[in-house]
């Protein structure tokens, strides 16, 4: 059995996984990523049988050959569908919103195989009511937990995952979610630019401290506050031009979610504002990575500064 995953749900295709592994031993499990792997050694996996029992499952994220633009990998997958080994389960997952229905390797697995879809959004609160049945946690807590955590449906069933583990009772407390889970930094991020663009140095050091509290490098955070600026910038003047929040995140090659979140958080700020930052954050890399600048105050400096 081929099957092809595509879309930007992530968490939805790897919960279809799981459902597809729950009777493998591990053993019998390979999984692989295009950008990383030569080909001929995932074909060579899903050719070779198991050692260990009848069937085995190969997986291959970054499928992109089912992508427009790209085709590596695309004759020896081709010549694999034509002829797959019975007893590997292939699962390919190709991580983008659309495929591209031209292809011939597409109309081929499309015709002979299976293709499911992996578009849709699932909300923080709905995912938290399906992973948390059974155990009690306020609305308060369970906003907190959203907050110290973010919307990444991954990281949220990792950190519920933990909890469960060292919980013995069915009572999630505001205790056990500052304790036992990890603060995610994109979160803050945006949280300090704020508090950098609207000139609120105590609140921003204060911030940027605790990052490096809990052992965030200084570049990481110049990295990320970079990337974020330069996101802002490019889906507001995106969205001048009448891209709709879609159009944008296809152009940009980001997750719809991502865009949404620089729209609103860089709707209050002029986009000549955010070159200015970018440019300074630019400046600042340069000199920690050309050693000019002192990596645990340049930062800071640009805070006060700005």
Wanted: include cysteine; aromatic fraction near 8%.
């Amino acid at each position: 059995m081929i099957y092809l995953f595509y879309g930007t749900n992530n968490y939805r295709i790897n919960e279809e996984i799981k459902k597809i592994t729950k009777n493998f031993d591990k053993m019998n499990i390979s999984k692989y990523d295009l950008t990383e792997e030569d080909i001929k050694n995932v074909i060579n996996d899903c050719e070779t049988f198991s050692m260990f029992d009848d069937k085995k499952v190969v997986i291959l994220d970054n499928a992109s050959m089912f992508l427009s633009g790209n085709n590596i990998g695309m004759e020896e997958i081709e010549k694999y569908i034509n002829n797959p080994n019975p007893n590997t389960i292939f699962i390919l997952i190709a991580n983008s919103e659309k495929l591209d229905e031209r292809k011939k390797i597409t109309k081929l697995i499309k015709k002979n195989h299976k293709i499911l879809s992996f578009n849709e959004n699932i909300s923080a609160n709905t995912l938290l009511k399906k992973l948390l049945a059974g155990y009690s946690i306020t609305t308060s807590n369970l906003n907190l937990l959203i907050d110290r955590v973010g919307n990444n449906p991954q990281k949220l069933e990792n950190e519920i995952n933990k909890i469960k583990l060292y919980k013995n009772d069915k009572t999630i407390t505001k205790e056990d979610i500052l304790n036992l889970t990890n603060k995610e930094i994109d979160t803050d991020i945006f949280k300090l630019i704020d508090n950098i663009v609207k000139k609120n140095k105590d609140d921003a050091l204060e911030i940027y401290n605790e990052m490096l509290k809990v052992n965030e490098e200084p570049l990481k955070i110049v990295i990320l506050l970079a990337s974020q600026f330069r996101l802002m910038y490019q889906s507001k003047e995106l969205a001048k031009k009448g891209y709709s929040e879609k159009d944008i995140a296809n152009t940009l090659k980001v997750h719809p979610y991502r865009v949404k979140l620089a729209l609103q958080n860089g709707r209050n700020y002029k986009s000549d504002l955010l070159l200015k930052y970018l440019d300074n954050l630019a400046n600042i890399d340069i000199g920690i990575k050309t050693g000019k600048e002192n990596k645990d105050l340049a930062l800071e400096l640009f805070i006060l500064k700005n």
